[in-house]
């Protein structure tokens, strides 16, 4: 399968990103390792951020309520852990363990007990709320749908757990889901992007991607028109998730554990949890390679379809078409499943992810292809997962992005959309097999 071009007013971020990648074999077994120097506490960590993901879920479970979240600081490479009052029992726990505390005034249970007043006072269609632990607030946000009594009703709830405790911001786009299209893939009219290549628990390949691109249509295909090669086998939206397990209808199909960004690809060694600060790129068939941070954990979406919770929040863009592809970093870690947000590529906005963790483990699979095993949910980065991406080209290049492609459920795609300037994307080889870029990318496809 193949990825579009990323169109010219994306070339900046993709430039970037595809370089922080490349390097990334070479640059993070030295640059980014562990420094276990500081033992006694008396100074933090330098983690990387998958480390220190799993080190805050280590210390999530500090006894009592003075634990009051985590957030993983890009600069410093630092985890910060925040710590209510003066608890030195926590704080000289968390600084054992190599992490920064930081002192604040709500605790992780104050603000569960403001998240679930929002659920049962403005679960409104547009709203989307998750704790921010560098704020130690709820962050609100509210699209463009939201007017009127909405709006009021929205405001009161959130001005009555104080502004020591919640805020409130605009959206300029909707929130909706992204299905429209890493790899493309096509079915009963939308088309999405594939997240990551698994292994089912009966051994045999399958893939994940978005749960509301499962639930629209079960049979799958690589090309637009073409047979189809994977069939849905589980899919959760709403509710609790959004994503899917794909099975594919040859058992004998190379799934390799890998992100293909085009001219290159990422190996995908585990899933790993992610981290508040954290840089992720994602990779979608539509907009391509975009990449930004993570802003919240265990979000909740109410999307005009329903309300979908334990998403990750983030400042990357999305468009139409985006859904199921791959969150990851650049050390070859899975996080995310693309599910939905507002905005595009051109203006920014909101974008909600799946966990790939939690993912994995509701349906039972495991990261890579069958023949050679892979990581599961937490695996630690280093582990011989021996999910090593397969020898098998890829499949379904030379796909055309043009006119008549549907996005989400029945939202169209755009007539007669061109790329860029005319630009067309990549070599795909004449028969449309290899790993070249055969498609044409729209600029306004899909877009809000």
């Known amino acids: 399968m193949s990825h579009k071009r990323i169109p010219k007013r994306k070339a900046a971020i993709a430039a970037g990103s595809v370089v ?37 879920s280590q210390l999530a479970g500090l006894p009592g309520d003075a634990f009051a979240g985590s957030y993983y600081d890009e600069a410093e490479q630092q985890l910060v852990v925040n710590v209510v009052g003066d608890n030195s029992q926590v704080a000289m726990e968390a600084k054992k363990a190599g992490a920064k505390v930081r002192q604040v005034d709500n605790s992780m249970a104050e603000l569960e007990s403001g998240a679930a007043t929002l659920k049962s006072e403005a679960t409104i269609p547009g709203t989307a709320w998750a704790v921010d632990p560098r704020t130690n607030k709820i962050q609100v946000t509210a699209d463009s749908t939201v007017t009127g009594t909405n709006w009021d009703r929205l405001e009161s709830t959130v001005q009555g757990l104080g502004a020591d405790m919640a805020t409130i911001k605009k959206s300029a786009g909707t929130f909706k889901t992204f299905a429209s299209g890493g790899d493309a893939i096509f079915g009963g009219g939308a088309r999405c992007s594939l997240g990551f290549n698994v292994t089912a628990g ?29 069939t849905v086998d589980q899919a959760v939206f709403p509710g609790e998730g959004d994503f899917a397990l794909v099975k594919y209808d040859d058992p004998a199909t190379e799934a390799p554990s890998e992100v293909n960004l085009g001219d290159q690809t ?15 790129f994602r990779m979608g068939s539509t907009t391509g390679l975009a990449d930004g941070t993570v802003t919240g954990l265990n979000a909740t979406v109410n999307y005009p379809e329903g309300t979908v919770t334990g998403l990750i929040q983030t400042d990357v863009c999305a468009e139409p078409g985006d859904s199921g592809g791959s969150m990851f970093t650049q050390d070859g870690s899975a996080i995310g499943l693309t599910s939905g947000g507002s905005g595009d590529c051109t203006v920014g906005g909101e974008t909600f992810f799946q ?25 630690e980065a280093g582990e011989d997962a021996g999910d090593e991406a397969g020898e ?42 290899g790993n070249g870029l055969g498609e044409i990318v729209g600029n306004g496809v899909g877009v809000n």
């Open 20 to 56: 922080a990648l490349g390097a990334a074999a070479i640059l993070l077994p030295n640059a980014n390792a562990s420094q276990d120097g500081a033992s006694d506490g008396a100074a933090p960590k330098t983690l990387k951020a998958a480390d220190a993901s799993d080190l805050a």
């Open 202 to 230: 009966d051994g045999t390949p399958a893939f994940l991607t978005a749960g509301h691109c499962g639930v629209a249509t079960e049979a799958w295909s690589d090309s637009e028109a073409g047979a189809p090669i994977a």
């Open 266 to 280: 990422v190996p995908i060694a585990q899933a790993a949890e992610a981290a508040v600060g954290q840089e992720v």
């Open 355 to 379: 966990p790939v963790t939690t993912a994995l483990e509701a349906v039972g699979a495991t990261l890579g292809d069958a023949a050679g095993g892979g990581a599961g949910a937490g695996d």
């Open 392 to 433: 098998g080209e890829d499949a379904g290049a030379g796909e055309d992005a043009g006119a008549g492609e549907e996005a989400g459920a029945g939202e169209e795609a755009g007539a007669g959309e061109e790329a860029g300037a005319g630009e067309e994307a990549g070599a795909g080889n004449a028969d449309g097999t």
